[in-house]
């Protein structure tokens, strides 16, 4: 059974308050009586006392339009025949919806409609999903009088450029749905209104086509379109779905709620739901469109092993892959002790499938040694605002922007990172709300249409902390602090260390000016908006966590929420924009080293023995090995095997050449996993994982929201991810079994006080929750820390700047910072497997116009980028979204190794990497005189991944001999001294290089003995 939701018509009445109570107003709709909150649509009315009003150019997502007439009605004591989409109700009022001249007045514009539009119902796509056939039969249309033959847009060509949908302008009956889609839900304003009367056509930006214009994808117009003229391309192909599963979009932390329409086993499209706590029926190109490496044939569903990574892979089954892994991890702990084997949990998995992986390391592998990929992204979310305010995650839900006065955005980039969020805060900023933007990177905020940041401090890298104690010390010393809600809510002993910490001079803007290189009168104007109007809301992303004062700087938010009281209520908080679809939830799930589920720390005997009784184990209490800890564990020689859960830590994790010597060294490495990844090659066991559409679980989302992830396919392994652990658990002698995922929450609502009363039938029923959810809060808590912290006061904590060690110096006088792009995700294992790619095909490195003369550099040019860990090749984009002296790019291609050059640093707290930070120089080109390797044991492979990176490079290009090309390039370095290395690696065979650079070598050794 498809799922179709029922559309109002027009949208409710926006309130000051959710809380606020609207006054109803009491009419009559074809004599049924109704009362409806001030300030509704007749249609709307109608709609929810059971009349449905024929309707073209109105649906709930949008404010009516009143162009299609074909929703008329009648009202008593009213002139005339009103559109009832554009006409509020009113008290006593009587609607009549039919009437002899109503049907005939409506059959006339359907009749207009239709006699310019092709009669091709039964091979249309849309046959059986088209509100435009629907409202043909609703208004009982039997014959058009004009006939078919005068001028009509029947010719039209089909816009075909999108990857996912296709623009078929002679269905089109101009009824502007999509052009305010994209304007209202959206809010990127990439389609008009071309032309006048009968030649009014859509358009797409100044080139006439989607892919060209400004569009980003995102589907809106697509949902909002009554006819076929905008349809899914999979749709078009494939026909119309037969049922619907709701599930949850596995990217990003926004969680939206998607429905996913299917024929038997395949996907026909994924359509965002309308009661989805968190997008409200709106989505991204991601959710929406990028769900095809589900079934990519480079997925492995079948268990692989090997005794050594240069084997080749073993196809074997379950029993031999899990008897093969356990049999290795007792045999390292039998030699090496208990602690030599760990595993890290994925922030991509359901909570259940993390859940149960945390505890297979503390229960079968008998120690703490678990972690999880947030320690490289949220981590010092976690710590600062626990430390602050008691619980490790952000203050608000999602709605709560609607009500915010003054937005401060920190290093973060909604537009491309969280967009469908990023659309609700642009819709707020459209309405009024000022916005602050503090980022090294001038983002798509800060100017886009109808948007423009009040405040943009432009700061360098790596002084974000800086930047924080000035906007603080101006709100202090000005005395614009909070007094009241301080006094009431914060623990008034450190109030007044932090008071007379901040009020020193050092951190007044003046001072920082030279660090954050920000005019102090910037400073101070961003500080008085955030203090003075209104609610104000912080949103904040990786560009605040990924730092070595990444903790000090969500502490010194947390500070200004408190001194200025935008905490605990609607429209202000400190929300952290969480990366990952589940990055809340897995840590949440006990996957850090030092905490059980519900962030409780393992050395508190109370909480271990709640576990204790329930496992049946001892728990260590003291804390386990951190991800680098790990790492260097491996190094050093005592650290011996891995459990990687969904996660590619050879490419995402800092120092990747590092990351591979400490995987090298070890004896077993085991990855579960949708693909052979970047670390799976440096593995022994691969564990075929399952795609979100096959899972059944929860994934919590950034505002602490739990949404249900159903199967809406089969296993293509056969198995949940889940019982794969428990297998791999009671092999290693911890029997662990559990009838369904459903069961696992149960065990976490058992064992966790804010999941208490959290369950699969609850969700069901109400469709999404957010934690803490208990006998105190059984239906969720949407808002934290509404009268009092969750620690009880407030504690203010002086943050003290320290510049980083990462510094711009002589050799490397460029700061390297990185972020994603709206098209890709993450490292790019799911987007770069779907046609996203036809946006983004490589990575680049945004440079400032007056930095790439000074080195010789253009548009488009190869360049190298070293730092003092290692090197790496990029194509170079001009660009002055930087100042001079900060580069940037993105990380989503294994082959631009973004993470080769970044460093050791990270946050004093966490040890979250530090990679918003690197000391770089970017040279022309590849030459050998920019490879700066202080390792030398690095050099061969760091020679083997320029090389595979030229050589896929010129593969690429269509128009170039790839082996020559390649050759050619390789020939830079060639002549210095680094012939022998590379060639007699190739030649024996003893690296893995792309077929073109073997070619290349042996051309080039060729070339050198003649
Ligand atoms: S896909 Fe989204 S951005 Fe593109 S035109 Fe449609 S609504 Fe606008
Ligand atoms: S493309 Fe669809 S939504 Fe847009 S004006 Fe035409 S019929 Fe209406
Ligand atoms: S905003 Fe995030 S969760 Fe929503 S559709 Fe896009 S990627 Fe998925
Ligand atoms: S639906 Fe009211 S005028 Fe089109």
């Known amino acids: 059974m498809i799922l179709v939701e029922q559309d109002l018509g027009t949208p409710e009445p926006k309130r000051n308050s959710r809380h606020e109570v609207p006054r109803t107003v009491e009419l009559t709709v074809d004599g049924v009586s109704i009362a409806v909150p001030e300030g509704t649509s007749v249609m709307r009315a109608a709609a929810l006392a059971g009349v449905d009003i024929p309707k073209l150019c109105a649906t709930e997502k949008l404010e009516p339009f009143g162009s299609c007439r074909l929703c008329l009605v009648e009202i008593d004591g009213r002139k005339g025949t009103p559109a009832s989409c554009t006409t509020v109700v009113a008290p006593g009022m009587s609607v009549t919806t039919q009437s002899p001249k109503l049907e005939r007045l409506r059959r006339g514009v359907m009749e ?50 999108n990857p996912y949908f296709t623009f078929d302008s002679s269905k089109c009956i101009v009824c502007s749905r999509c052009v305010r889609a994209c304007e209202e839900v959206q809010g990127t304003f990439a389609l008009t209104i071309e032309g006048r009367g009968f030649g009014s056509r859509v358009a797409a930006g100044a080139n006439g086509n989607f892919f060209d214009s400004p569009c980003v994808s995102c589907g809106a117009c697509v949902q909002a379109c009554p006819t076929a003229t905008l349809t899914e391309n999979a749709v ?183 967009p469908v969020f990023a659309s609700r805060m642009k819709k707020r900023l459209r309405e009024g709300a000022r916005l602050i933007v503090v980022d090294p990177r001038q983002i798509d905020l800060v100017r886009s249409p109808h948007i423009q940041a009040s405040h943009f401090l432009q700061l360098r890298p790596g002084t974000n902390v800086a930047i924080i104690n000035s906007i603080a010390h101006v709100i202090v010393e000005e005395g614009l602090v909070n007094e009241r809600f301080v006094s009431e809510r914060c623990d008034p002993a450190a109030y007044q260390e932090w008071k007379t910490f901040i009020s020193n001079p050092e951190n007044s ?55 200025t009281g935008n905490l605990g209520r609607d429209g202000v908080g400190v929300n952290p924009l969480r990366g990952q679809n589940n990055v809340q939830g897995a840590c949440d799930m006990g996957s850090f080293p030092h905490e059980l589920t519900g962030y409780r720390h393992v050395s508190d005997g109370t909480t271990r023995a709640i576990f204790e009784s329930f496992w049946g184990v ?52 085991i990855v579960q996993d949708l693909f052979v990844n970047e670390t799976a090659k440096l593995a022994h066991v691969f564990l075929p994982g399952t795609s979100f559409l096959e899972k059944d679980g929860t ?77 105190q809060a059984p239906t969720g808590t949407p808002i934290m820390h509404l ?20 510094k711009s110096t002589r050799r490397f006088p460029l700061l390297l910072t990185t972020g994603r792009i709206l098209s890709q995700y993450n490292v790019g294992a799911q987007t770069r497997r779907t046609q996203n790619v036809e946006w983004h095909r490589e990575d680049l490195l945004e440079i400032h116009p007056s930095d790439a003369e000074t080195r010789g550099i253009h548009d488009g040019d190869t360049v190298t980028v070293a730092s003092r860990i290692g090197s790496t090749v990029l194509r170079a984009h001009l660009s002055e979204r930087m100042s001079p002296g900060v580069v940037y790019t993105t990380f989503h291609y294994p082959v631009s190794g973004a993470n080769v050059v970044t460093t050791e640093h990270s946050d004093w707290a966490t040890n979250c990497p530090e990679y918003k930070v690197t000391a770089v120089q970017v040279s022309p080109g590849h030459s050998a005189a920019t490879i700066e390797l202080d390792q030398p044991e690095h050099r061969l492979s760091a020679l083997v991944r320029m090389a595979n990176q030229i050589a896929r490079q010129w593969s690429a290009d269509p128009g170039a001999d790839a082996v020559e090309c390649t050759a050619r390039h390789l020939e830079s370095f060639w002549e210095h001294d680094m012939r022998s290395d590379l060639a007699s690696a190739v030649e024996a065979g003893s690296v893995t290089v792309e077929p073109v650079v073997s070619d290349a070598v042996r051309k080039l050794v060729a070339l050198a003995r003649t």
Request: proline letters at 5%.
């Open 112 to 161: 207009l409609y239709i006699s310019d539009h092709p009669l091709d119902c039964l091979s249309c796509p849309a046959n059986g999903d088209c509100e435009l056939q629907d409202m043909a039969g609703a208004v009982g249309l039997r014959e058009v009088r004009y006939g078919y033959q005068g001028e009509n847009h029947l010719d039209l060509p089909k816009d075909t450029s």
């Open 699 to 775: 994934f919590t989302n950034a505002e602490r929201r739990i949404n249900r992830v159903r199967p809406a396919m089969r296993s293509k392994t056969g198995k949940q991810e889940w019982q794969v652990v428990c297998e791999l658990a009671t092999a290693l002698g911890h029997p662990m079994h559990y009838a369904s995922s459903s069961a696992i929450m149960d065990e976490i609502a058992t064992l966790t006080p804010t999941f208490a009363g959290m369950s699969f039938a609850k969700l069901d029923a109400l469709g999404s929750i957010q934690w803490p959810c208990n006998e």
């Open 236 to 418: 078009i192909e494939h026909g119309q779905p037969r049922k619907t599963v709701l599930t949850t979009c596995a990217y990003c932390g926004v969680g939206c709620s998607f429905k996913a329409e299917m024929q038997g086993e395949e996907v026909v499209r994924m359509v965002p739901y309308k009661n989805g706590g968190a997008n409200e029926g709106h989505s991204c190109v991601k959710g929406r469109f990028a769900w095809g490496y589900a079934t990519h044939p480079d997925r492995v569903i079948q268990p692989l092993v090997r005794e050594s990574i240069d084997q080749d892979w073993r196809i074997v089954s379950w029993e031999e892959a899990i008897e093969f892994a356990a049999t290795r991890l007792k045999a390292i702990q039998a030699r090496h002790g208990r602690s030599s084997i760990g595993g890290i949990t994925s922030s991509r998995c359901t909570n259940e499938e993390v859940y149960v992986v945390q505890k297979m390391i503390r229960t079968a592998f008998g120690n703490n040694n678990v972690d999880t990929c947030a320690r490289v992204c949220h981590s010092p979310t976690g710590f600062g605002l626990k430390n602050a305010f008691g619980t490790s995650a952000g203050t608000q839900d999602f709605k709560s922007v609607e009500y915010a006065d003054v937005i401060l955005v920190i290093g973060a980039n909604p537009t491309d990172a969280h």
């Open 618 to 669: 001892k728990i260590d209490p003291e804390p386990g090995l951190r991800i680098p800890n790990m790492l260097d564990g491996a190094i050093d020689g005592h650290f011996k095997g891995i459990f990687v859960q969904g996660e590619d830590i050879a490419q995402s994790d800092p120092n990747t050449l590092h990351v591979e010597a400490a995987l090298r060294s070890m004896e077993l490495v």
């Open 509 to 563: 803007p003046e001072a920082t000016e030279p660090h954050t290189g920000v005019p102090a009168s910037d400073v101070r104007a961003a500080a008085r908006l955030y203090a003075t109007g209104g609610n104000a809301a912080i949103y904040y992303g990786l560009g605040v966590t990924e730092h070595s004062q990444g903790s000090t700087m969500v502490m010194g938010m947390a500070n200004l929420a408190m001194a």
């Open 787 to 806: 009268n009092q912290f969750v620690r009880g006061l407030g504690k203010f904590t002086a943050t003290p700047y320290v510049p980083t060690r990462e």
